[in-house]
T-cell receptor
């Protein structure tokens, strides 16, 4: 079955500490993975996608096919990083975005 | 605001009533998606349109649900004979498909449905 697992419902760190939000997936094909973020009272928005291999707001995520993981990392967390983070897997072929989302991890960065 | 617009923001209805939601995508976007999100869960895919054509529907979309995008611009999602299990946030998203993949989804603020 195709699914995305985010094992941590809540994650709390102090400002300046490293943070890692875990994501594991189950998919028989070649995975296309994303991280979405939702800040308080804002819309869900794309943070980054694995094929772009980019760093957004200091966050990076590396696809590990052996471990079927796509963990999100930031070396020094900031208070403004506090948000809900969703890992998502694209099931669609042909370029559309039929996404399966994990249940999300609520990150709180304390001062 | 030139982003994805959804109306209404909140809808409270009684079980058995019909409801209709509207989504206005970003104007040049040719793809439009509907997702549903319940408390404590991530969004779940319902359906998507390429211009006016509805190309895929999730098995989550029962016969009571119907979505349209008549002119390839705005879309409506109708739920007939609502049930308490339909209570959720209904999210619309749009994107521009240039035939190269890597499209970026832009989400609306959602319509929160409560069925009493």
């Amino acid at each position: 079955a195709q699914r995305v697992t985010q094992p941590e419902k809540l994650l709390s760190v102090f400002k300046g500490a490293p943070v890692e939000l875990k994501c594991n997936y189950s998919y028989s094909g070649s995975p296309e993975l994303f991280w979405y973020v939702q800040y308080s009272r804002q819309r869900l928005q794309l943070l980054l996608r694995h094929i772009s291999r980019e760093s957004i707001k200091g966050f990076t995520a590396d696809l590990n096919k052996g471990e079927t993981s796509f963990h999100l990392k930031k070396p020094f967390a900031q208070e403004e990083d506090s948000a809900m983070y969703y890992c998502a897997l694209n099931l669609a072929q042909g370029g559309s975005e039929k996404l399966v989302f994990g249940k999300g991890t609520k990150l709180t960065v304390n001062p | 605001d030139t982003g994805v617009s959804q109306d209404p923001r909140h809808k409270i209805t009684k079980r058995g009533q019909n409801v209709t939601f509207r989504c206005d995508p970003i104007s040049e976007h040719n793809r439009l998606y509907w997702y549903r999100q319940t408390l404590g869960q991530g969004p779940e895919f319902l359906t998507y349109f390429q211009n006016e054509a509805q190309l895929e529907k999730s098995r989550l979309l029962s016969d009571r649900f119907s979505a349209e995008r008549p002119k390839g611009s705005f879309s409506t999602l109708e739920i007939q004979r609502t049930e308490q299990g339909d209570s959720a946030m209904y999210l619309c998203a749009s994107s521009l498909d240039r035939g190269q993949g890597n499209e970026k989804l832009f989400f609306g603020s959602g319509t929160q449905l409560s069925v009493l």
